[in-house]
């Protein structure tokens, strides 16, 4: 929400239409869409009215809306398959990350400068806070 003055000097607030699409998701029990990230498979809407649509998330689906054959999007295994290749990268980055930061901060240490060095690092890492 943005806070704004009106013509007579009066605050209010300005719902962003981001805003209103979490609140009315919210309303219906669904988490905010920036949780959702990257193609979802095909899935059903609920409008809370009584209307129920169909979310495709491939083409088959998309072509095809009442053919559940059709779907083409990967099972629940391939999606967690997917996901562990994910976490195995990311973790091999950390690591990688872990270690440059190692041979960093021991070539740092032994540098003469190497304390004040250090504490500007901390100070510039605090104020990114
Ligand atoms: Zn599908």
Redesign the pocket.
Same mark, same amino acid.
């Given at each position: 929400m943005t806070g704004t003055l009106d013509a007579h000097g009066n605050a209010y607030t300005v719902e962003t239409l981001q805003e209103k699409a979490d609140r009315l998701r919210a309303e219906q029990g669904l988490p905010p869409e920036s949780q959702h990230s990257g193609p979802q498979?095909?899935h059903w809407y609920d409008d809370g009215h009584g209307g129920r649509y169909l979310i495709? @998330? &491939?083409a088959?689906?998309a072509q095809d809306p009442d053919n559940a054959d059709a779907? @083409? &999007?990967p099972d629940l295994a391939t999606q967690l398959d997917k996901a562990h290749r994910e976490i195995e990268a990311l973790k091999a980055e950390l690591q990688g990350a872990r270690t440059w930061h190692a041979y960093v901060a021991m070539t740092v240490d032994a540098h003469p400068d190497g304390r004040k060095i250090m504490k500007q690092a901390a100070n510039r890492a605090e104020d990114d806070r």
């Open positions: 498979p095909c495709p @998330g &491939c088959g689906r779907c @083409g &999007c």
